[in-house]
């Protein structure tokens, strides 16, 4: 799994993430009338995008496909997670709220962090925290440490 910073070129694709998610995954927990008002067929697919792209977004992709992803929204709390029905409980979730969680209150406060990595041909951990790094506007005050490097 890859963890990387929303694109504008993933908005048709992440739109019909969140409506398959929310009327597979979500009704099991919920009605239709529900999740046709959450996600209706003719949803504001820019709106939702355009919320992504003014706010610390990640994408997880996995063999090249977005296959979850997940926003801040201005008080800092998540305004969406979304992960498909083919990758429930696999940890795509965990990792994007781990990855939005990590560095934020680091980087809010302007503090220089150090990161080491297990190798990043056994993990996507390093990866994780560049990304973050990058979406806070922290690479300068972010470093990442691979082991392989030590």
């Known amino acids: 799994m890859l963890l990387r910073a929303y694109r504008e070129s993933d908005a048709a694709v992440l739109c019909a993430l969140f409506f398959d998610t929310v009327h597979t995954v979500c009704a099991k927990d919920y009605t239709e009338q529900q999740c046709d ?6 949803f504001d697919c820019a709106a939702l995008c355009g919320r992504l792209a003014r706010s ?17 929204g201005q008080e800092g709390y998540f ?12 940890g795509v979730a965990t990792a994007l709220a781990d ?9 809010e406060a302007g503090r220089e962090i150090v990161c080491f990595s297990i190798s990043a041909g056994m993990s996507t ?26």
Do not use: H, T
């Open 79 to 90: 305004d969406c997670l979304y992960v498909s029905a083919r990758m429930q409980r696999r």
């Open 125 to 150: 951990s390093g990866n994780v925290m560049r990304l973050a790094a990058e979406e806070l506007g922290a690479s300068d005050r972010i470093k990442v440490i691979d082991s392989a490097n030590l």
């Open 56 to 72: 610390y977004a990640l994408v997880a992709e996995c063999d090249g496909l977005p296959v979850g992803f997940a926003n801040l």
């Open 37 to 42: 008002a959450w996600a209706p067929r003719e």
């Open 99 to 107: 990855a939005m969680e990590l560095f934020r209150p680091y980087a």
